[in-house]
């Protein structure tokens, strides 16, 4: 695996429930769990092909970072390339993400799609884009 310039960082009431759901639905698995306070989780590290994320708990010592459940709409997403897009889709859907843009084609020339996670995270799934420098 390569080492990925740029990781999101997420935060979740209920991180424990959210690794075991974004492994379920969205077929992200753990590389490392850290744990945290009152059973939360304090780090923890998910790897879908070569894309990582991290995540944690919410931490009432860090209030500027907080689940997608404490806002009202949220400002950005996660976007991961996956190699079968299709096959992606049709797990997500039958495991009860939240879809909110079917596959569909972009201007750019890819392909993908949008669901929110259980606790509102928007993520976005395409099969893949070029970057031009």
């Not at 935060?11 to 075991?20: F, G, H, K, L």
């Not at 990582?52 to 500027?64: I, K, Q």
């Not at 190699?83 to 797990?91: F, I, K, P, S």
Request: glycine share 10%; no cysteine; net charge negative.
């Amino acid at each position: 695996m390569s080492t990925p310039l740029v990781v999101p960082f997420l935060r979740y009431q209920d991180a424990p429930a959210a690794i075991e759901w974004l492994g379920k639905v969205f077929g992200f698995r753990p590389v490392l769990t850290l744990p945290g306070g009152k059973g939360g989780v304090g780090y923890a590290r998910l790897a879908l092909g070569d894309a990582v994320v991290m995540l944690a708990s919410v931490r009432d010592s860090e209030p500027y970072l907080r689940s997608a459940l404490d806002l009202p709409a949220v400002s950005q997403g996660v976007f991961v390339v996956v190699e079968d897009l299709e096959a992606h889709y049709e797990q997500a859907s039958a495991m009860g993400a939240e879809i909110v843009l079917d596959i569909e084609a972009t201007p750019e020339g890819t392909r993908v799609y949008l669901a929110f996670d259980l606790e509102g995270q928007l993520w976005a799934f395409g099969d893949g884009f070029v970057v031009n420098d």
